[in-house]
């Protein structure tokens, strides 16, 4: 491919609910401009941004694939990202890369949680776009209902540039409103079409909806009011001028529509891209961290490292977007974030997983290069002593976990290096060990996405693991004061032991975890002793008295003892310190504590009755509800312990429509009826004996 200067290129990322479409979609840019010579399908798992075998057995997208094509003498490079909840952090990194995005609409479903959450992404990195209702020759599909659905969520600068010839299986072609012209298309997957007339029962219809944008596009410019008032019309460079500064101004969101797979209207979102969208020029400037970039082909080089993918041939690759300067092949460059030189090994544009060789590249373009040393996703890389750097990517916190198992010994050996690699290219994931359960735990943004990160273990590392719910981190605590002594005597032939303690143990405020004070006066204790009967506390604490959880938000008050000359020593008051402990805890009301999450259940109307029910019945506590368009949020409470099915019971209820999001919030005190319940597990794992329960 030849080499594009910023103002030639269009940086997109095609972004929507799951099943909306967008690969599809992209299969038909990508052979409307020649890219390919057949309309590729998700079904016949040959697309090109779909290439991963994960995606192709699920008939998903599970990672963003960038690919790039040439139309009307201009180079897009389009992002094709997952719309599944479970992996809308890639979408999210993959938006720093771009300048504006296509958000597509299923015109069967209409807006879903995955619509709202792409549009709050676009919303948040300010970015321009349009939306594609896709699917117009579905069975149920509705252009007006999905329309008004868009509308009633994001606001009336949704508007339709384009209105449809037919609908369901008779959809046949568009409506253009700008230019007042039928594009018919000739069936079969070729994607030609044919300029008519438009449908004499469709004239009223269209000129009502084009009046309506033109007198959108002049709400926006003074002067093209002023001459729309005046004239009563607006040339057809004067509609399309203003409709691109509005678009770029994110005061209007063009509406266009299309069946990705008939291959309908794909030409004209592509000119619409074209002509509506800005270049990377355009955005002026970019915030950063450090300094401020000026986009230019002049200036120094600055580019950010959105995606890292590991592939099998060529290792680590990184894909950058290049947002000032130019670079080569051997360029050695500057990671600011981590201080450290690198060194290019080739530069190559993506197409899908395929890699095509270039010699340089500059501003506005988006490349990937292999085999960086310590370069990670969301590094900023530019030329020395630039010293730019850009936001860090804000990915979401895991919202469930499980435990992991190595099968054998060797999985077991092998996993930490798996690790390494599959955070490197999800830095989403988390797999580390629980060093209060001594589990490897990992966690995910669902359990969708915690599957596959155990089947990739499996296929590209050969690391077999069994999938479990997570042991819950229990906590102990007090609810009442003690007094008590500790002391431990111990006489042998030689020299003895000898440690006596007086402690008070009182409950403190939730999260205030452990505090020790000393209150010894006289010199009871000598005070080189002291540190050893806080260190006896700290260490019992972690194993807990009643269930062998770590004991917190409790207060260990230090006010007397005694000690002898010859026998006494760091280890005996360590000693005593723990029997105290042991003591003093038992005759302070022990209890319980388990995790609460803060819960958000995306739903609509129909559901939300069953989904609060459901709720309730895990003990759940509703804090309210919200209402954005027809999408219910629904807040609650919920012990962690309840939530570890929640996710497939949604799925159930929702028949897939629902989602949800959770975050750690406080610790409570379990109900005393399932207390027994977790001391009795805790007995036949052995974290307690049956005698120490039983003292």
Not at 85 to 97: K, P, Y
Not at 392 to 411: G, H, Q, Y
């Amino acid at each position: 491919m030849k080499q594009y200067s910023a103002d030639k290129i269009r940086n997109i990322a095609i972004v929507g609910h799951g099943s909306s479409g967008k690969t599809s979609l992209t299969s038909a840019f990508l052979f409307d401009s020649k890219v390919t010579n057949r309309l590729t399908k998700v079904d016949k798992e040959n697309t090109i941004t779909d290439y991963d075998p994960d995606e192709k057995q699920r008939k998903i997208s599970i990672n963003s694939a960038l690919c790039h094509f040439e139309w009307n003498d201009h180079k897009i490079n389009l992002i094709d990202c997952p719309g599944y909840s479970n992996f809308l952090w890639d979408t999210r990194a993959s938006l720093r890369a771009v300048d504006a995005g296509a958000l597509v609409v299923c015109a069967v479903s209409g807006v879903e949680v995955g619509t709202e959450k792409c549009w709050e992404m676009l919303e948040e990195l300010g970015l321009p776009r349009i939306f594609i209702v896709n699917k117009l020759d579905r069975e149920n599909s509705d252009f007006s209902r999905t329309v008004n659905s868009i509308q009633d969520f994001f606001g009336r600068k949704a508007v339709p540039v384009q209105i449809p010839i037919g609908s369901e299986q008779n959809f046949k072609g568009v409506i253009d409103l700008i230019e007042k012209k039928a594009y018919l298309f000739e069936g079969g997957e070729t994607g030609g079409f044919k300029q008519g007339d438009i449908p004499e029962d469709m004239k009223k219809e269209v000129e009502k909806k084009a009046e309506e944008l033109t007198e959108m596009i002049a709400e926006n410019d003074e002067q093209l009011m002023e001459k729309y008032f005046e004239n009563g019309e607006l040339s057809a460079k004067e509609l399309v001028d203003g409709f691109k500064k509005s678009v770029f101004e994110r005061q209007i969101f063009p509406v266009f529509l299309a069946s990705a797979e008939k291959n309908i209207g794909a030409h004209q979102i592509l000119d619409g891209i074209v002509d509506l969208l800005p270049n990377p020029l355009e955005r002026k400037e970019i915030k950063a961290e450090k300094g401020s970039v000026k986009l230019s082909a002049d200036s120094p080089f600055s580019s950010f490292v959105f995606k890292t993918i590991s592939d099998p041939y060529t290792g680590r690759i990184s894909l950058m977007r290049i947002f000032s300067g130019k670079v080569t092949g051997d360029s050695s460059v500057f990671n600011t974030g981590k201080d450290k030189n690198e060194k290019f090994n080739g530069l190559f544009f993506m197409q899908g997983k395929e890699q095509e060789e270039i010699e340089s590249a500059g501003a506005g373009d988006i490349v990937g290069t292999a085999k960086l040393k310590v370069t990670a996703t969301g590094d900023t890389l530019c030329d020395k002593g630039s010293n730019y750097q850009f936001k860090p990517i804000n990915f979401p916190k895991p919202s469930i976990s499980f435990a992991i198992k190595p099968k054998t010994r060797e999985d077991e050996d092998k996993i930490s290096q798996a690790v390494y690699r599959i955070k490197d290219e999800d830095p989403t994931a988390i797999i580390a060990r629980d060093s209060e359960t001594n589990e490897l735990i990992i966690s995910g943004n669902g359990q969708l996405h915690v599957e596959i990160i155990t089947e990739r273990l499996k296929k590209r590392f050969n690391v077999d693991v069994e999938l479990k719910p997570p042991k819950i981190s229990y906590k102990e605590t007090i609810k009442g004061k003690s007094d008590v002594q500790g002391r431990y005597k111990k006489q042998t032939g030689g020299r003895g032991q000898y440690g006596d303690v007086h402690v008070k143990f009182e409950p403190l405020p939730r999260g205030k975890d452990f505090e020790f004070e000393n209150k010894v006066f006289g010199g009871a204790i000598p005070k080189n002793y002291i540190p050893s009967v806080e260190k006896g506390i700290e260490e019992s604490r972690k194993r807990g008295i009643i269930a062998g959880y770590p004991t917190v938000d409790f207060k260990a008050i230090l006010y007397d003892g005694s000690y002898h000359e010859v026998d006494s020593s760091d280890i005996a008051f360590k000693v005593a310190a723990s029997l105290a402990f042991k003591k003093g805890i038992k005759a302070a009301k022990p209890t319980i504590l388990e995790p609460i999450m803060n819960v958000e259940v995306y739903t609509t109307e129909t559901y939300m009755g069953d989904i609060m029910g459901n709720l309730n019945g895990r003990r759940g506590k509703v804090q309210g509800m919200e209402q954005k368009g027809n999408m219910r949020i629904i807040k609650a409470q919920v012990p962690m312990a309840e939530m570890l099915d929640f996710e497939p019971t949604l799925t159930s209820i929702t028949g897939g429509r629902g989602s949800f999001i959770m975050e750690m919030s406080h610790y409570e005190e379990v109900p005393a009826h399932l207390q027994k319940d977790i001391i009795e597990e805790s007995i036949r794992e052995g974290r307690i004996k049956k005698s120490d329960e039983d003292e």
